[in-house]
């Protein structure tokens, strides 16, 4: 059973860093691309990072610079470091995993607040 956990949420204000976590198992993480992505009321999901089988890492266009992606091979772990927060930032974050084979997995979201 695949299973995506997810940390690291929660209120800062702005201009503030979190940094969000999530632990992969239940996958064969090194063949398995993984990404985060978040969604605010009304919206669709938008992509803010990924890291693809390969280790290349795409970013979205909303981590514009402030972000970064990184990804521990030993511990299954993909880590996003936020900085610069400013209140568009405010959403639930999903980790998602694909499989190889295309098979879609995610996590159940964390909360991020940016506001004074």
């Known amino acids: 059973q695949v299973q995506l956990v997810e940390s690291g949420g929660g209120l800062v204000q702005p201009g503030g860093s979190l940094r969000l976590s999530c632990v992969a198992s239940?996958?064969?993480?090194?063949?398995?691309?993984m990404a985060w992505y978040r969604q605010t009321p009304g919206k669709p999901r938008e992509l803010v990072a990924l890291?693809?089988?390969?280790?290349?890492?795409i970013y979205g266009d909303s981590a514009s610079g402030r972000f970064t992606l990184a990804r521990d091979w030993d511990k299954n772990m993909v880590a996003l470091q936020m900085s610069g927060l400013n209140p568009e930032d405010t959403a639930v974050y999903y980790c998602?995993?694909?499989?190889?084979?295309?098979?879609?997995?995610w996590g159940r979201g964390t909360q991020v607040t940016v506001s004074s």
């Open positions: 890291s693809t089988q390969g280790a290349r890492t």
């Open positions: 239940g996958i064969t993480f090194s063949t398995t691309a």
């Open positions: 998602k995993a694909i499989s190889d084979r295309g098979r879609e997995y």
